[in-house]
């Protein structure tokens, strides 16, 4: 694995899940995203950013296996500036670097802290990856997942931990669900049987607005992370 800048001599992580940083201060809350190949994790991120930067301050760090290709769309897109947005190459499976071993991930997020601080929020993108795909709790605080309905309207209740498990299930691309034959109340019904009370949110991100429920669940977060700062 590699970033897309030129780290120091990297260490070697396996867990860094203290909220506290070395100086004392507390870090930003880091929130991870997968999904499978196509489901718009990037549009997701890149939605965030645009509806969050001008209240909190914002990093991100993509995922890809050979390329750098979604954070080189995230900075075309001026989403934010180009230093607060960088890459890690995984080489292997996605799930490899948000999960099993995490120290890429680890060292990106830990170079943005120190190079922009005070910082509030990191986001994750993980590589697109199957309905397995978890981050690991060393790496992120909370984990959203994102699907689509393209994909077809059985996807949630095939389950599998990212759907099961994820804090925020996103079912993406709504506006689609017409045009493939897409049951929005099954996948509603079908997500709530899998997940009990944790929560979905639909989305349409060709909409101005269609960001809004991950956006206010975000800043919930947020919020209660700054809290508990303060507390």
């Excluded at 607060?84 to 799930?95: M, W, Y």
């Excluded at 949630?156 to 689609?176: H, S």
Aim: hydrophobic share 40%.
């Amino acid at each position: 694995m590699h970033l897309d800048h030129s780290p120091t001599t990297p260490h070697r992580h396996t867990h860094s899940a203290d909220a506290l940083r070395p100086d004392g201060e507390r870090r930003a809350l880091r929130i991870g995203l997968g999904g499978p190949v196509g489901s718009g994790k990037t549009a997701t991120v890149a939605a965030l950013c645009r509806a969050l930067r001008d209240r909190w301050s914002i990093a991100v760090v993509t995922n890809d296996i050979y390329t750098r290709e979604d954070a080189e769309f995230l900075r075309r897109e001026a989403v934010l500036p180009p230093e607060r947005i960088t890459a890690v190459e995984t080489g292997a499976c996605p799930h490899t670097a948000i999960r099993d071993d995490i120290s890429a991930n680890l060292e990106a997020v830990e170079q943005l802290e120190e190079a922009l601080r005070p910082l509030d929020l990191i986001l994750i993108e993980s590589g697109g990856d199957n309905l397995t795909a978890t981050f690991s709790r060393g790496l992120v605080d909370t984990q959203v997942f994102v699907i689509d309905v393209a994909s077809g309207d059985d996807i949630p209740r095939k389950g599998g931990p990212g759907i099961t498990t994820a804090d925020l299930l996103v079912i993406n691309k709504t506006d689609l669900a017409p045009h493939v034959g897409a049951d929005l109340n099954t996948m509603a019904s079908d997500a709530k049987a899998q997940r009990g009370a944790l929560p979905v949110a639909f989305t349409s991100l060709a909409s101005p607005d269609g960001i809004v429920p991950v956006r206010d669940w975000v800043t919930e977060r947020l919020t209660a992370w700054r809290a508990e700062a303060a507390g």
